[in-house]
């Protein structure tokens, strides 16, 4: 494995994140999709954990968090847990939300993927299925073995 390979991999999709980001208009803000997409994939969080990942303080995620309740694209709930606590789950608004931007970057995308050979785009869906696979492993808890 080339020891460039994950700088290079992060280098090109953060390239292709800005050219979508720059030829469209997205229904919400781009860190506000990131922050509703972060929420979908945990299914729900803690602002302070949503805040750890983001690498904000928990006030600036405070204030993200409570424009997305704002725009009713996420509910607070109380933490069964920790009566102190809450946590953010998306809404169904907030999953259209997030589907329409995610549909409208791609779409951004679509005309210079058009201009690829048949056999470029293939090679790019098999990536896809490589990454999502990546992304699962990455996300398995590992357990220890002695």
């Known amino acids: 494995m080339s020891p460039t390979l994950g700088a290079d991999l992060l280098s090109v999709v953060a390239r292709i994140n800005r050219l979508a980001n720059q030829r469209v208009r997205m229904p919400v803000p781009f860190a506000q999709a990131r922050l509703l997409s972060t929420i979908e994939d945990r299914g729900e969080a803690r602002i302070s954990d949503l805040a750890a990942?983001?690498?904000?303080?928990?006030?600036?995620?405070?204030?993200?968090?409570?424009?997305?309740?704002?725009?009713?694209?996420?509910?607070?709930?109380?933490?069964?847990?920790?009566?102190?606590?809450?946590?953010?789950?998306?809404?169904?608004?907030?999953?259209?939300?997030?589907?329409?931007?995610?549909?409208?970057?791609?779409?951004?995308?679509?005309?210079?993927?058009?201009?690829?050979?048949?056999?470029?785009?293939?090679?790019?869906?098999?990536?896809?299925d490589v990454l999502r696979r990546l992304i699962a492993d990455a996300s398995t808890p590992r357990t220890k073995t002695r």
């Open 53 to 128: 990942l983001d690498h904000c303080s928990q006030p600036t995620m405070t204030t993200q968090v409570r424009r997305l309740e704002d725009a009713g694209l996420v509910t607070r709930t109380a933490d069964p847990h920790d009566a102190r606590a809450v946590l953010i789950r998306i809404t169904p608004e907030g999953v259209t939300a997030l589907r329409q931007a995610r549909a409208d970057r791609g779409a951004a995308i679509d005309p210079y993927l058009e201009r690829l050979s048949d056999a470029d785009r293939e090679c790019l869906t098999e990536a896809v």
